[in-house]
């Protein structure tokens, strides 16, 4: 099957500690690789990954607190010293360019690929990237500012070919590309050959769901409805419950009802509050609604 | 003796490698800390030096590279999340203020406390800190920006009182203070007892230099003269002389040499290239020079 990965690269939250990275993930669908906030540090914790700095192309920024995306400048600034020479795409809020440009004018001077920043509207769920193995959507959040997270689907790969069932009829290889994106073969008889007869369907396509950070939101569920992997912000113990409401976060339980609501395979929970020294207390709290939930954790990587 | 110590957060130079953090250190002097360059993770770095974020009030940065300052936004609002409340006094190049400034603005809003820039001017060796204990120094360097290093001197402490002679003299305790700084005593009778039968000399002042990123620079001798520590950028071995002249870089062994020439006590070499998986190399080489040489490295404290 083909490659389907998350790569947590930092999974705290706002203040840091000796145990997390701010918020970053990478993930690698079919070797592209697609960040997906970048807290400081990311591109330390990119090189840890060992994946390829030249592989990633498009980043994209959840919101404008700096945990999600102090990395950038240090991200960018590395590209240009190794020499990089394809544009890096970053998704984000209107006013991370505003926010950026001085420095990207004074550090950035000279560089040898450029920056290209696609604004984009947290408060509406819509397709802001596509290509042919994958389209990104935005997923409305609710947090103390405009936040968004994205939602990445993998589109559908041709079936396979039975190849003795082609060698039985003949089937011309012209025919061949029609027959693996379904459908039927006809003989020079007239017969018809019903595509099940020739193929095996491909896997189903995999889906990913990041949302931090933002308060529980029902309203996340039908976009999410049934993903393969939901990563979901777990900011607190249940014991802290008003504290979520009130900084506009997740506890670890909610994150896990909207799982359950939301039909999703399995659930990964990140974006700690600093105050756990202890995360396995979120993990349980998580686990007693959906069993197959577990704690993010830098360097981790999940395939789906 | 009073603490004077230098601890090392980040010794890499621009490239970042899984074994080095960007410039960062700071130095503790009487428990008053001061950060010299800020580097992406200085705080993280700062977190797990276990120092305390409180006491550190005063932050130099060297010149405007990424790798000596990107660090600076996510420090600047982790204090603000920790309520703190003393202002924060940043000494750097005057392009810092407008570089960080919509940053500043957009994320630090409402902020406890107070960012105070103080611009300096990297060409011209002036004092740029002073307070009872300590003054800090400008120290021009020649990189391909306006840099400088900086020069930390202590201040004498008083001598120590011979607690018999002060006795036997019958020293009323007014005329204490006088006489720790150095002055004679002087009986009712007009008998002068000469200050060195009276006192104990203190410690000598101690000194540290931080010169990084420069090329070899012999005009900085007469200011670092006799410092009980150098630290000097070595980002090269002398296999790569012609790239560390060419990128204004200093190699290991011209850290050196300048260490024997200014005659300081010891010398710790940081600021290392990427290219060196073993920096022993490095070391070996300063070492033919001037034997009391050190490595830098993430979280080693070095004790004056």
């Keep these: 099957m083909e490659k389907f990965e998350v790569n947590i690269l930092g999974c705290g939250s706002a203040l840091p500690t000796t145990r997390h990275f701010s918020s970053s993930q990478v993930v690698n669908i079919r070797e592209k690789l697609f960040m997906v906030d970048c ?62 440009a001085p420095q990207l004018e004074f550090f950035c001077k000279g560089m040898t690929y450029e920056v290209v920043f696609h604004p984009i509207d947290p408060a509406k769920a819509e397709v802001i990237y596509d290509d042919r193995s994958v389209s990104v959507s935005t997923i409305p959040l609710k947090h103390r500012i405009p936040t968004c997270g994205f939602l990445f689907q993998e589109k559908p790969t041709p079936n396979h070919i039975i190849r003795d069932m082609v060698d039985f009829y003949r089937i011309p290889v012209f025919e061949l590309n029609r027959i693996k994106n379904g459908e039927d073969y006809i003989t020079p008889e007239g017969v018809v050959v019903p595509n099940h007869r020739l193929t095996t369907p491909s896997a189903a396509p995999r889906s990913y769901a990041y949302c931090s950070d933002t308060i529980c939101q029902t309203s996340i569920i039908p976009q999410i409805k049934g993903v393969d992997l939901l990563f979901h912000e777990g900011t607190f113990a249940l014991c802290d419950a008003a504290r979520a409401k009130e900084t506009f976060h997740t506890t670890a339980m909610q994150a896990a009802q909207i799982a359950v609501e939301a039909q999703v395979k399995q659930l990964v929970i990140g974006h700690f509050s600093a105050r756990y020294e202890d995360e396995s207390i979120l993990l349980k709290e998580a686990q007693t609604l959906f069993p197959n939930t577990l704690l993010a954790k830098e360097n981790l990587r999940i395939t789906l």
């Design 39 to 100: 807290g400081e540090g990311a591109q330390l914790q990119l090189r840890r990954s060992k994946l390829k700095f030249t592989r990633l192309n498009h980043i994209f920024i959840s919101h404008l607190h700096g945990d999600h995306c102090f990395g950038l400048m240090g991200l960018i600034s590395t590209f240009g010293l190794l020499g990089r020479t394809a544009s890096l795409h970053i998704y984000a809020h209107k006013e991370l360019e505003r926010l950026l």
